[in-house]
């Protein structure tokens, strides 16, 4: 019988704990998407005041469509908004 998600738990959690805490201490207001396993890791961040804005999956094929809308909100290039994702693994799609 598999463990399931029980012992890998702390390694989806860490990283984005880790720049909650730094998102909070900055003092500035932040838009966070978590790629990281959310419907698992917001829900445990908010108990400590810490939830991600919202949870977007694990899959980097999300980053355009999210420079295509970024930059339509701030009526600017495409090529000129940078986003970078911060999760526990990629995924290559052929």
Avoid: C, F
């Amino acid at each position: 019988m598999s463990a399931q998600l029980g012992p890998r738990l702390p390694w989806h959690l860490a990283l984005i704990y880790k720049l909650m805490q730094a998102v909070s201490m900055s003092g500035q207001t932040v838009q966070v998407l978590n790629a990281i396993y959310p419907d698992v890791v917001n829900p445990i961040l908010a108990k400590v005041g810490l939830a991600p804005t919202t949870g977007i999956e694990d899959l980097a094929n999300n980053v355009p469509a999210l420079r295509q809308a970024v930059a339509g909100l701030l009526n600017m290039p495409r090529e000129q908004v940078d986003v970078r994702l911060i999760m526990s693994r990629y995924v290559s799609v052929i």
